[in-house]
């Protein structure tokens, strides 16, 4: 069984930075990719950024790229979101997940069980 611990989440001006932590159980080996997603209230979960374990190739969406930067450290099979500029849109619950290199959630079998992220304007 896959467990993912999200932290790093918080209360933080506009402008400001934060950085996300996942850390996986084990390495998922069913998975070849990580993704970060996020949940406004009263929306739908978004795809946020992915990253492949193997070469580390990466996917920002294009509302937080330029801003935000994930990263994987296969040794502590930690998977990070690098934050910065934050909007006070980029106020939501952010989500890691595991599955295959695709954006969308349903190919995601294992989630964390979410970080609060909030920013004041």
């Known amino acids: 069984q896959v467990q993912l611990v999200e932290s790093g989440g918080g209360l933080v001006q506009a402008g400001g930075s934060l950085r996300l932590s996942c850390a996986a159980s084990?390495?998922?080996?069913?998975?070849?990719?990580m993704a970060w997603f996020r949940q406004a209230p009263g929306k739908e979960r978004e795809f946020v950024a992915l990253?492949?374990?193997?070469?580390?190739?990466?996917f920002h969406a294009d509302s937080v790229k330029g801003r935000f930067t994930i990263s994987r450290d296969n040794a502590e099979n930690t998977v990070y979101l690098q934050m910065n500029s934050l909007k006070p849109e980029d106020t939501a619950v952010y989500y890691c997940?595991?599955?295959?290199?695709?954006?969308?959630?349903?190919?995601?079998?294992?989630w964390g069980q979410g970080t609060q992220v909030t920013v004041s304007s």
């Open positions: 990253v492949r374990w193997s070469g580390g190739s990466t």
């Open positions: 084990i390495r998922a080996f069913s998975s070849d990719a």
């Open positions: 997940a595991a599955g295959t290199w695709n954006t969308a959630r349903y190919e995601y079998k294992y």
